[in-house]
């Protein structure tokens, strides 16, 4: 059964801090993986997908890495600012080919102006 | 465009109550999929669809759970005789194709159950 670790649980830095969010999984036959983002009493909004023939995605301030032979992936975000506090959430397919995603826990960022 | 829509946003249901929840999907999107997610959580999977057919209802945590996607659109996740530990939030996601595929899941807000 796969699962999924996200590290640390929380985070508190200030505004301009470059800063790295952890994922990691047990079983590394995934398809991608899919970064999330999610605000308080709203649902999650999509960061970045990586496919599993990647090695990263970059969007904006976002760059997510993906290592599949050991099962880890880092979100890295450039220059925080106050509006990036959330918490960010990593998930992976339940299946090698299924779009059925197992969830990690979260990371809940705090950006500090 | 418009995105993936739920309603309510928030129920409040007394135990043993039935809820319906409801999802409104992106237009032209083929699957559908329900999570639910505990407080401090990240979302479990519940159940899928793809069109109208519920390829996958394993996440369901009970008999009391059912879901249906009649005519491969909206879709309702029904509870019956809800109990304290169904309070949580409802999330719903589509995506524009199905299984094998590359694809992005698109969420709506969600509905907030609290059963007292």
């Known amino acids: 059964k796969q699962e999924v670790t996200q590290i640390p649980a929380a985070l508190s830095v200030p505004e301009g801090e470059n800063l790295v969010l952890n994922c990691s999984f047990t079983d590394s036959a995934i398809y991608n993986l899919q970064w999330f983002r999610q605000d308080p009493g709203k649902g999650l909004t999509s960061l970045l997908l990586?496919?599993?023939?990647?090695r990263e995605q970059t969007s904006g301030r976002l760059n997510a890495s993906l290592d599949k032979s050991s099962g880890r992936s880092t979100l890295y975000i450039a220059a925080s600012q106050p509006g990036d506090s959330a918490t960010y959430l990593c998930?992976?397919?339940?299946?090698?080919?299924?779009?059925?995603?197992?969830f990690g826990e979260g990371t809940q960022l705090t950006v500090n102006p | 465009g418009a995105g993936v829509s739920q309603s309510p946003r928030y129920k409040v249901a007394k135990r043993g109550q039935d809820v319906a929840l409801r999802c409104d999907p992106i237009s032209g999107h083929v699957s559908l999929f329900w999570y639910q997610q505990a407080l401090g959580q990240g979302p479990e999977f519940l159940t899928y669809?793809?069109?109208?057919?519920?390829?996958?209802k394993s996440g369901l945590p009970s008999d009391r759970f059912f879901a249906e996607r009649p005519e491969g659109s909206v879709s309702t996740l029904k509870i019956q005789r809800t109990q304290k530990e169904d309070s949580a939030v409802y999330l719903c996601?589509?995506?524009?194709?199905?299984?094998?595929?590359?694809?992005?899941?698109?969420f709506g807000p969600g509905t907030r159950l609290t059963v007292t």
């Open positions: 998930a992976v397919p339940r299946e090698t080919s299924g779009s059925r995603l197992t």
């Open positions: 990586i496919q599993s023939s990647q």
């Open positions: 996601a589509s995506s524009l194709v199905g299984d094998s595929i590359s694809y992005e899941q698109y």
């Open positions: 669809f793809q069109n109208e057919a519920q390829l996958d």
